[in-house]
């Protein structure tokens, strides 16, 4: 009589297992982050970080070298914001503890910040040499407007990013 309780357990101890792996394994959703004004910066960059290189792409920008470097930026840190916004509605960043987030998250947006300003600054100046009538002025242009927008935007979270990481290094 004893096995057959062992067996049921040793049963129920290999299903538990994997339905508490299920469980763990689902991801909560925080609806309130995109209402803070962080979750709502985030937004800002990704949509108008995507007209800043959609802007461009659409474009003959390989005629104009300086727009590579601003091309890279702005695909390079959209995806980056994707990513880090999914990250944060999932709260997967509860899940990976070992990760010091609030300083990935200051670095992270810091540096877009400064690279967002650079690409900000070339975009300008490449737009500026073009001239005036030519079929892609406008899309450049534009594209400029919209990269001072999102190095704004990055700099508005790296003061949250910066205002988070110093409660946390002060907490300890």
Known sequence: M???PRSRTV???????HSDNFSTSTLAYDKHFIRTVPGFLIFAEIVFGLLVWTLIGGTEYFRVPAFGW???????YWVLTVF????????????IP????????LCFNSSAAVLYLTAAIVDATSVSR????????????ASTFFAFLVALCYMGNTFFSFKSWRSQDEGH
């Not at 049963?11 to 297992?17: D, E, G, L």
Request: hydrophobic letters at 45%.
């Open 2 to 4: 004893e096995e057959s």
């Open 11 to 17: 049963i129920t101890s290999h299903s538990s297992p």
């Open 70 to 76: 601003v091309m890279f930026v702005a695909v390079f």
């Open 84 to 95: 880090f916004l999914i990250i944060y509605l999932t709260m997967a960043y509860t899940r």
């Open 98 to 105: 070992q990760v010091p987030w609030t300083t990935v998250g």
């Open 130 to 141: 073009a001239a005036r009538g030519q079929h892609d002025f406008n899309s450049w242009a």
